[in-house]
């Protein structure tokens, strides 16, 4: 179980998951969602996913990720995309063609701002 995998660390856990829209009722969905409540010492979650599809509904992991209220918007191709890390996205940043190796970032405060991120080698 997850549980057992972040005991067995030893030290702080990160979970990336990516199209986490297909997974919003998956079998690890109870421990995604006590992470996202605090409840899971030194775990983290990281979630990717279309803006149309994570974090949808109200109840479950993603929506309660959501009321975290931070995160990190690669590409906000719509105004309502900044809800789902906690602020508003100027329309000037809306639709603009994706930029690797860059996004926006909220670290819970509202505002957001410009950062570098890890980029595949071209």
Excluded: H, Y
């Excluded at 009321?67 to 602020?87: F, H, M, N, V, Y």
């Amino acid at each position: 179980t997850f549980d057992e995998l972040v005991e067995a660390a030893g030290r702080p856990v990160l979970v990336l998951i990516d199209d986490g829209e297909g997974l919003r009722d998956c079998a690890g969905g109870d421990f995604f969602l006590r992470v996202a409540r605090g409840q899971v010492p030194s775990t983290f979650v990281v979630l990717g996913g279309n803006s149309e599809g994570v974090g949808a509904g109200l109840s479950g992991w993603q929506p309660e990720m959501k009321k975290a209220r931070q995160g990190l918007l690669l590409s906000p191709q719509g105004i309502s995309d900044g809800e789902l890390i906690g602020t508003r996205i100027p329309r000037n940043l809306v639709g603009q063609p994706v930029a690797i190796g860059r996004g926006w970032l909220n670290l819970g405060d509202g505002n957001i701002t410009q950062v570098a991120t890890l980029a595949p080698p071209r």
